[in-house]
């Protein structure tokens, strides 16, 4: 009920200022109550958009909550990143998937301006048909300037209701302050008051899962990743439990993170790409897991490991299968490599004769050379090995 | 057992002793009340719809239990007839509108699912004032509803075709909704029994909203007895309907035979001042008098706010009314009359589609919520709604039940109050103070006017204490007129 709303007084932290000036700032939330939704309004899509609006009733009846924020933020950046931040809280406890596009999270954001260094707010108007984060971002960069234009040309700006007109990419008129609409709201008496004993709060509480703000910290503490790592691991509760599910199955936390961020959401993205009909079987934790142990150990090249990772996620086999049936041979016999590595010095006596006068840095040329030779099946500290003694005979 | 031997008056019990007995099959029952419904609907105009493929598939159902040997339901095969604001599956539901004159819903009300899993044969859909907004049946876009105790007299309302189905033995039971006195006072007006449960002790799922804060469905009857059993068949939590409470449903028939024990009657005087028929007085205060013969203690008390109430009510129901009939727009729901622009077919859809009285609560309560006029009137009556409540809980600190009349008056002539809706309105003076406390209230017939037009007597009881009521109420009518055996 909008009188009585189910939680009042929150805030979010969000991050601003960019990788130059890191800093955490703090958005209030001044309320969260409950509503049924009407309908979603469909103000393009159409052959006719241009002259109508269509109306989805499929929602029709389904409860919301909308949450209103206080007037907090001072750039599209800081909107950006506090309905970043809100997403991910809403996920992670399932509240909601947050599809945009489905209307599961729908955001209207006010905006107003002020000469720098006044106090009290500029009027107000409210931008709607935000359906994207993207969107959000355009539309209130445009309302900002467009306010502005209006004020330094002399005029003022009116209270009402704008909508965003996505393709050409400006806010128009929906309906001002004169139309407003009187809804005759009142208490509805279908809606009971909820009373939430102490009791019922603690079950809630120790239902809730960790939240993203101390899952960063506990990663970078915890795993000895970066805060960057964190964020991008993060991002969402399922990425996150898969990477501690890969560092359960005993891969080192480091490679796993980057291997998760560079390897896997490559793939990921792709796969997710529109118009991607592949299917594909991505590996269990386990299975990537112990290709990051294999690499960990020496026994195959990273590059090995990058080669056959998207057979990997094709069939869903484990590291081991794939190599087998790729035919790829494990360079650690010592002998074969000794073979490559004089094969390498002799063609090179120039470089040989460098080396041997004190010239250290043509070893990392020779390094390259067998690891080209062997395309990246040889351990490299191996072939360091193998290449130094060959190079000191 | 041929049609011309059956018996013309079914109560539930006598139901199952033939079903039994196999004196009568629940098909047989069932083809006795449709012939009944063919010869005098026409005349009575309680039936808007009948779904006999509905009845016989249930009263096939009950006999099949019965050719097996197995346990029957608590209502099994009884007839029974719904208000035509309750949802039924692919059963035309009109609430009484032009607006949905043609629409059929895809799901069934809580209470008619219900009645149907214990076994109740439903029949068809009972005529109504539309949007169960009047106190005659004579809002109903589908003609007015002859009163069967008393012809040419109306059977109340707003569910005027449940009362004249049962007192016209056209049904054995019947289902209607209370929002101001819509059960009580037909079951008043076509002397039956008529109970409005506790608000929230009978899911609303399905129900057409009109005030949905006051809104209850309950049973029509012509016993007590029979009113318990269709009430225990319904009762109870529902998780379609947040409103309806968990509190355990009893044995509602058994416990209303329980005999009294010196319970104290709470007789308000605002009940029986000015505007009160001399003859109901009459009645009434005799049956006061015959409750105290059964060892009942009478207490006389005041219920300061009781003067208020219609107005309060009027405020409230018509403020929820406006709300709740925005989405008869044309786009929906049943009826749309086209037109050139969206703001025009509105315009049209519910030009054509309301009736007056329709029309002329939307605007009272369109007007009452408004910027402006919302802390005068809404909030103003919900204050009053809140001292009305609290009348009736310092009453029940000196009674265990209020003694009332159900209506002012016996039933009135056909059209004699459709020009003055304010006297209309006064219909239900004595029955909207229980609607606003949310507590039961039963009327049973307590006797009839010099003119032969029954009379009601009311008892209310504070929130889910229907056994009590229904005790009470059954006592009298045992002492009073004690139904043959």
Same mark, same amino acid.
């Given at each position: 009920m909008y009188e009585l709303p189910l939680a009042t007084a929150g805030f979010l932290q969000i991050e601003v200022g960019g990788a130059a000036q890191p800093a955490r700032k703090r958005i209030g939330i001044t309320r969260l109550h409950m509503e049924e939704d009407a309908a979603?309004?469909?103000? &393009?899509?159409?052959? @006719?958009?241009?002259? $109508?609006?269509?109306? !989805?009733?499929?929602?029709?009846?389904?409860?919301?909550?909308?949450?209103?924020?206080?007037?907090?933020?001072?750039?599209?950046?800081?909107?950006?990143?506090?309905?970043?931040a809100l997403k991910q809280v809403l996920e992670y406890t399932e509240v909601s998937d947050c599809n945009m596009e489905e209307g599961s999270l729908r955001c209207d954001a006010n905006v107003s301006v002020r000469i720098r260094g006044t106090e009290k707010f500029g009027t107000r108007t409210e931008v709607k048909n935000l359906n994207s984060f993207r969107h959000l971002q355009r539309a209130l960069e445009y309302e900002i300037e467009r306010q502005i234009g209006v004020l330094e040309s002399g005029g003022h700006t009116e209270q009402e209701t704008r909508l965003y007109n996505v393709s050409a990419g400006r806010t128009e008129t929906?309906?001002?302050? &004169?139309?407003?609409? @009187?809804?005759?709201? $009142?208490?509805?008496? !279908?809606?009971?008051?909820?009373?939430?004993?102490?009791?019922?709060l603690e079950e809630v509480r120790e239902q809730l899962p960790e939240l993203p703000d101390t899952k960063r910290a506990r990663f970078v503490t915890a795993y000895g990743i970066t805060s960057y790592d964190a964020d991008v691991l993060s991002a969402t509760r399922e990425r996150a439990d898969f990477f501690e599910e890969v560092v359960r199955h005993g891969a080192a936390p480091k490679l796993a993170a980057n291997w998760i961020q560079t390897q896997y959401l490559r793939l990921e993205s792709a796969g997710n790409a529109p118009g991607n009909e592949t299917t594909h079987k991505s590996p269990a934790a386990r299975e990537i897991a112990e290709l990051l142990l294999m690499i960990d150990s020496g026994e195959i090249t990273a590059a090995v490991g990058k080669k056959i990772f998207p057979r990997m996620w094709q069939t869903g086999q484990g590291a081991r299968s794939v190599i087998l049936e790729e035919g790829i041979v494990k360079m650690d016999d010592a002998s074969t490599m000794e073979q490559t590595a004089r094969a390498i010095l002799a063609r090179d006596p120039n470089n040989v004769a460098k080396y041997r006068a004190g010239n250290e840095s043509?070893?990392?040329?020779?390094?390259?050379?067998?690891?080209?030779?062997?395309?990246?099946?040889?351990?490299?500290?191996?072939?360091?090995?193998?290449?130094?003694?060959?190079?000191?005979? | 057992m041929s049609a011309a031997t059956l018996?013309?008056?079914?109560?539930?019990?006598?139901?199952?002793?033939?079903?039994?007995?196999?004196?009568?099959?629940?098909?047989?029952?069932?083809?006795?009340?449709?012939?009944?419904?063919?010869?005098?609907?026409?005349?009575?105009?309680?039936?808007?719809?009948?779904?006999?493929?509905?009845?016989?598939?249930?009263?096939?159902?009950?006999?099949?239990?019965?050719?097996?040997?197995?346990?029957?339901?608590?209502?099994?095969?009884?007839?029974?007839?719904?208000?035509?604001?309750?949802?039924?599956?692919?059963?035309?539901?009109?609430?009484?509108?032009?607006?949905?004159?043609?629409?059929?819903?895809?799901?069934?009300?809580?209470?008619?699912?219900?009645?149907?899993?214990?076994?109740?044969?439903?029949?068809?859909?009972?005529?109504?004032?539309?949007?169960a907004m009047g106190s005659s049946n004579e809002n109903s876009a589908f003609g007015p509803v002859q009163n069967p105790a008393a012809p040419g007299y109306v059977p109340g309302g707003s569910s005027g075709g449940s009362a004249a189905a049962v007192a016209g033995q056209l049904a054995v039971a019947a289902l209607g909704t209370d929002t101001g006195g819509s059960i009580r006072q037909p079951g008043a007006c076509c002397g039956i029994t008529a109970l409005m449960p506790t608000y929230g002790r009978v899911s609303r799922y399905g129900l057409t909203a009109f005030a949905s804060s006051l809104d209850r469905i309950g049973p029509l009857a012509n016993s007590v007895e029979d009113a318990a059993s269709v009430l225990a068949a319904m009762a109870g939590r529902d998780p379609l309907d947040a409103t309806s409470t968990s509190?355990?449903?009893?044995?509602?028939?058994?416990?209303?035979?329980?005999?009294?024990?010196?319970?104290?009657?709470?007789?308000?005087?605002?009940?029986?001042?000015?505007?009160?028929?001399?003859?109901?007085?009459?009645?009434?205060?005799?049956?006061?008098?015959?409750?105290?013969?059964?060892?009942?203690?009478?207490?006389?008390?005041?219920?300061?706010?009781?003067?208020?109430?219609?107005?309060?009510?009027?405020?409230?129901?018509?403020?929820?009314?406006?709300?709740?009939?925005?989405?008869?727009?044309?786009?929906?729901?049943?009826?749309?009359?086209?037109?050139?622009?969206?703001?025009?077919?509105?315009?049209?859809?519910?030009?054509?589609?309301?009736?007056?009285?329709?029309?002329?609560?939307?605007?009272?309560?369109?007007?009452?919520?408004?910027?402006?006029?919302?802390?005068?009137?809404?909030?103003?009556?919900?204050?009053?709604?809140?001292?009305?409540a609290r009348d009736f809980a310092e009453a029940f600190q000196r009674a265990d039940v209020l003694i009332t009349p159900t209506t002012p008056t016996p039933a009135f002539r056909i059209g004699e109050r459709t020009s003055d809706p304010l006297k209309m309105y006064l219909a239900d003076i004595y029955t909207v103070t229980g609607s606003l406390a949310g507590i039961p209230g039963i009327s049973v017939p307590c006797g009839k006017s010099t003119a032969n037009l029954p009379i009601g007597l009311q008892v209310f009881g504070p929130h889910f204490t229907e056994s009590l009521v229904l005790q009470v109420a059954h006592a009298y009518q045992e002492a009073a007129s004690p139904l043959p055996s």
């Open positions: 979603k309004a469909l103000h &393009e899509g159409f052959v @006719d958009s241009a002259k $109508f609006t269509y109306v !989805d009733f499929n929602r029709c009846g389904m409860p919301l909550i909308e949450i209103v924020s206080e007037p907090d933020m001072r750039a599209p950046s800081e909107a950006h990143a506090y309905l970043i929906m309906r001002s302050k &004169e139309l407003a609409h @009187d809804y005759r709201y $009142f208490p509805e008496p !279908d809606l009971l008051p909820v009373t939430c004993d102490e009791q019922r043509v070893l990392k040329f020779f390094i390259g050379q067998f690891m080209r030779e062997t395309q990246g099946q040889a351990n490299p500290q191996t072939a360091t090995e193998i290449l130094r003694r060959l190079l000191a005979e | 018996p013309s008056s079914w109560t539930i019990s006598s139901i199952r002793e033939s079903l039994l007995l196999k004196t009568v099959s629940a098909r047989e029952l069932t083809a006795e009340f449709f012939r009944r419904i063919e010869r005098d609907n026409p005349r009575i105009n309680a039936f808007l719809t009948v779904c006999p493929e509905r009845a016989f598939a249930a009263a096939d159902h009950v006999d099949a239990l019965i050719a097996r040997g197995e346990s029957l339901p608590p209502l099994a095969g009884v007839p029974v007839a719904m208000k035509d604001v309750l949802s039924t599956a692919g059963v035309r539901t009109t609430c009484g509108s032009k607006i949905l004159e043609n629409y059929i819903p895809p799901y069934d009300a809580t209470a008619v699912s219900r009645l149907e899993s214990a076994g109740a044969v439903i029949l068809g859909k009972t005529n109504c004032d539309e949007f509190a355990p449903v009893p044995d509602y028939r058994a416990q209303c035979q329980e005999p009294l024990h010196g319970l104290r009657l709470g007789i308000p005087r605002q009940y029986f001042g000015e505007g009160l028929d001399p003859e109901v007085r009459q009645k009434v205060e005799e049956a006061i008098a015959m409750l105290e013969k059964l060892g009942c203690r009478r207490v006389d008390l005041d219920m300061p706010h009781t003067d208020y109430a219609i107005a309060a009510y009027y405020i409230i129901a018509t403020g929820e009314a406006s709300s709740n009939l925005a989405r008869y727009d044309g786009v929906r729901y049943g009826l749309r009359e086209p037109a050139n622009s969206l703001r025009e077919m509105y315009k049209r859809t519910r030009g054509r589609g309301f009736g007056t009285e329709v029309k002329r609560r939307v605007m009272l309560g369109t007007y009452a919520l408004s910027a402006g006029y919302y802390d005068a009137y809404y909030l103003r009556a919900q204050k009053v709604r809140a001292l009305i």
